[in-house]
């Protein structure tokens, strides 16, 4: 038991009374353009969104290349075809705080376009994929592990009975093309 004068008393329940959980999260990913000559690699964020009665199931809506959500709370800022670029060459805002209490999961994931031939992760130099809440980063990782996926999930953000969100890694690798990586990606679970 704490006593009167201890720093830490009340600590734990001041902390906890504190969280509010992410509100706006940005996520990032990178890849080497293709060597002179061939296909160039299209590789696409994908934010599939779940509601309350089916987390798991069938997206209520998918955000990718050319769309955004409904509401306008999940937005692809920059697209690209080719990974031709400094820095990210892909980046999604997803604004959680504003998501309707309809929502209880969306999933984040990577595919690549199959227009050049069926490529793999390791078909593709660099990949790489960031998510950060303002400039704390809250996940990096590289794709090297799973070379012969062509999609993958990397990180579901949940909402808790509090309302807050949260995030988990779901780093998994899927032998799917973005067609039908749509449909399984609400199976991806905590590493």
Do not use: C
């Not at 809506?61 to 509401?71: M, Q, T």
Request: no cysteine; proline share 5%.
């Amino acid at each position: 038991m704490r006593g009167r004068n201890d720093p830490q008393r009340g600590k734990e329940s001041v902390m906890s009374s504190l969280n509010k959980g992410l509100a706006k999260v940005e996520v990032g990913l990178a890849w080497d353009p293709s060597t002179p000559g061939e296909a160039p690699h299209d590789l696409d964020i994908v934010a599939a969104t779940y509601t309350t009665d089916d987390p798991s199931g069938r997206p209520a809506y998918l955000v990718h290349f050319d769309s955004r959500s409904p509401d306008g709370t999940i937005t692809l800022n920059r697209d690209s075809k080719t990974g031709q670029g400094f820095g990210f060459d892909e980046v999604m805002t997803l604004e959680l705080d504003r998501l309707a209490s309809d929502y209880a999961r969306v999933v984040i994931g990577v595919t690549i376009q199959q227009s050049g031939g069926e490529l793999v992760f390791g078909d593709v130099g660099n990949v790489r994929v960031r998510i950060r809440e303002d400039h704390t980063d809250l996940l990096e990782h590289g794709f090297a592990d799973i070379p012969a996926a062509r999609s993958a999930t990397v990180a579901e953000f949940v909402r808790d009975e509090d309302s807050t969100w949260e995030m988990r890694e779901i780093y998994q690798g899927f032998d799917a093309d973005p067609g039908t990586f749509a449909d399984v990606m609400g199976s991806a679970g905590p590493v």
